[in-house]
């Protein structure tokens, strides 16, 4: 059946399965020249002899590299397939077609250029060793699509083996979006995010980033819940990034299941997947947001949470207050690759948050947290945000 749709016109029908492999057909993207190569004068400087003019320089001053190359505006987008979307682990070909798409969105909206890379290995040690053969040839690497626990240790490694920016989107990206529709949210029903007590479901990538990112923001107080429930210091099951999560949330000692969690919470942040009941959500505080991200059915329906909470988001195209990562991630590869940043920090990561949340700042309604991602506004207001950043926490290099 595969088959057939892949072969099948377009011309002829309205039937969107068949718009998709039309648009995937040949791959989303290609390299272009930015120099023209119409003669032997031309190619003598694009390519021999004059190229060894530039090889010398830079081996003599390799930093020079950033100069006379694109590496100084490139990032490589490395995936080994084991957590697409929501598709889980379908392997590396398979991630190709998401890793062109984010490609072509760091280009579109932050002027970067990506190369997909996916791998065919998904052993730490393996990914780390190979990512960091290939470094030379970027400024700075996207991880996408890496299934949790590896993700926070290959991220990390990476990181400290490299002195070019290492961002795992799935996990900062989420984080610095949610955080930047958290605190438009707080600001519409005139609250502050210090009053406010949020429940995370989902400790993987995205519920852990989340969380560390909220504490930083100066959420009142925020739990995170797993399959087995809340997370909490002392429970005996849990990983060590749990563990180091159970320490820095959860102040008043919750204990028990995602409902038991958020009788009487102020937020929900669903980045887990399933249903949670309408009677559970409706022992919420009154008055309060749910940004259910879960695609493409969210955890809480939007239909559902309108009748409880003031403030309603989700990851869908199709409903207001879209939590997309691309409001987040080109800008900030932008910015860090513009003054050559050795690393992101979490200074860096709060500055495109709060950066993000101005542009709307002035136009909020319950129904606009966060700006569209065709909001042209989006990409130089966090370009801008994390290039001074870095520049005050003394890791930019220009």
């Known amino acids: 059946m595969a088959a057939e749709i892949i072969h099948t016109s377009t011309q002829d029908t309205d039937d969107p399965v068949d718009a998709v492999f039309a648009l995937h057909r040949g791959g989303k993207m290609e390299i272009r020249a930015t120099v023209p190569v119409r003669d032997a004068d031309d190619l003598s400087l694009a390519y021999t002899p004059g190229v060894a003019k530039v090889c010398t320089a830079i081996a003599e001053q390799p930093e020079l590299v950033n100069d006379y ?42 002027g970067v250029d990506a190369v997909p890379i996916a791998l065919a290995c998904t052993g730490v040690d393996e990914i780390v060793e190979t990512v960091v053969r290939l470094a030379p040839s970027f400024g700075g690497v996207n991880l996408e699509d890496i299934s949790a626990p590896r993700c926070f240790e290959i991220e990390r490694r990476l990181q400290e083996a490299l002195d070019i920016p290492i961002f795992h989107d799935d996990q900062h990206g989420t984080a610095i979006v949610s955080t930047a529709a958290l605190w438009n949210a707080a600001k519409v029903t005139g609250r502050e995010i210090g009053s406010l007590r949020a429940v995370i479901s989902g400790a993987g990538a995205a519920g852990i980033a989340i969380a560390k990112m909220l504490v930083a923001a100066g959420i009142g107080d925020v739990a995170v819940c797993d399959r087995r429930g809340v997370v909490y210091e002392g429970r005996g099951d849990l990983t060590d990034v749990k563990a180091e999560i159970a320490a820095a949330t959860n102040r008043t000692g919750l204990k028990g299941s995602l409902a038991d969690a958020l009788a009487g919470a102020d937020v929900f942040i669903g980045v887990s997947g399933g249903t949670v009941p309408e009677d559970v959500v409706a022992t919420m505080a009154e008055g309060c947001f749910i940004f259910a991200m879960a695609n493409p059915n969210p955890e809480i329906h939007p239909e559902v949470a309108h009748r409880y909470a003031a403030v309603v988001a989700t990851g869908r ?82």
Do not use: C, H, Y
Request: glycine share 8%; no cysteine.
């Open 69 to 110: 190359t694109w590496k100084s505006n490139v990032v490589a987008v490395v995936t080994d397939g084991t957590a697409v979307l929501g598709l889980g682990d379908i392997g590396p070909e398979a991630s190709l077609p998401v890793m062109e798409g984010k490609a072509i969105l760091f280009k579109q909206f932050g």
């Open 317 to 398: 195209s199709d409903f207001p207050n879209q939590i997309n990562n691309v409001l987040a991630f080109p800008g900030i590869f932008a910015g860090a690759l513009q003054v050559r940043a050795t690393r992101i920090t979490e200074g860096m990561k709060l500055a495109a948050a709060k950066a993000l949340a101005a542009v709307v700042a002035d136009e909020l309604t319950p129904q606009k947290v966060i700006p569209s991602p065709f909001d042209e506004r989006v990409a130089p207001a966090v370009t801008k945000a994390v290039a001074e950043a870095a520049r005050r926490e003394g890791v930019a290099r220009l």
